[in-house]
Nanobody
């Protein structure tokens, strides 16, 4: 069984920054495509950013382009989400997700694509 451990959530003022991190633990394979999703109360879970195992392919939600950056550290099998210029509408529970059996350049943008999920880390943005 694979567990995803997230860290880095918290409360920040509008315009501030946070960095989320996520690492698989347990019975892990060597290759995962990773993604960050978020879910605000009363809303569906939505993609924030996704990245391939290689780190060379990625995608972002339009609402975060230019403000958020997803990256991987394959040596540590960790994915990061750097969030800058945070807005109140970015407040949500952020989930890390991992898909195994992936190819070098593939990333995935919908929740059913993923095999494993973290418990979520709360991001609160005050105006």
């Amino acid at each position: 069984q694979v567990q995803l451990v997230e860290s880095g959530g918290g409360t920040v003022q509008a315009g501030g920054s946070l960095r989320l991190s996520c690492a698989p633990s347990g019975r892990t394979s060597s290759r995962y495509a990773m993604g960050w999703f978020r879910q605000a109360p009363g809303k569906e879970r939505e993609l924030v950013a996704a990245i391939s195992w290689s780190g060379g392919s990625f995608d972002y939600a339009d609402s975060v382009k230019g403000r958020f950056t997803i990256s991987t550290d394959n040596a540590k099998n960790t994915v990061h989400l750097q969030m800058n210029s945070l807005k109140p509408e970015d407040a949500a529970l952020y989930y890390c997700a991992a898909k195994e059996r992936t190819t070098y350049y593939s990333y995935y943008t919908t929740p059913p694509d993923y095999d494993y999920w973290g418990q979520g880390t709360q991001v609160t943005v005050s105006s």
